[in-house]
């Protein structure tokens, strides 16, 4: 059974940084697609950012554009997102993606981690 296991949440002032990492088990996910997606108080779940299991493509929502940084390990079959001068907008539930073909916007991924909790206060 396949396990995504998000790290890294907590509380951070606005203008402040924190970094997510997560780790999967249970199977080799190191040629998947992988990403984030986040979801705020209230709001629908929202595409955050992806990378292709070469590493060579990469996309980021324009909200995060310019401000986080996704990243991946595949010899530990790790991705991160690095999240730099954080807002109050970006408070919500950050969850860890796999697919095997895609992760974007407007498709499901397959394999979703429980989240991790990010608050960023004003």
């Known amino acids: 059974q396949v396990e995504l296991v998000e790290s890294g949440g907590g509380l951070a002032q606005a203008g402040g940084s924190l970094n997510l990492s997560c780790a999967a088990s249970g199977r080799a996910l190191s040629m998947y697609v992988k990403g984030w997606f986040r979801q705020a108080p209230g709001k629908e779940r929202e595409f955050v950012a992806s990378?292709?299991?070469?590493?060579?493509?990469?996309a980021y929502a324009n909200s995060v554009e310019g401000r986080f940084t996704i990243s991946r390990d595949n010899a530990k079959d790790t991705v991160s997102l690095k999240m730099d001068n954080l807002q109050p907008a970006d408070t919500g539930v950050y969850y860890c993606?796999?697919?095997?073909?895609?992760?974007?916007?407007?498709?499901?991924?397959?394999?979703w981690g429980k989240g991790t909790l990010v608050t960023v206060s004003s």
């Open positions: 993606v796999a697919d095997r073909v895609d992760v974007r916007p407007d498709v499901e991924p397959y394999f």
């Open positions: 990378i292709s299991w070469g590493g060579g493509n990469i």
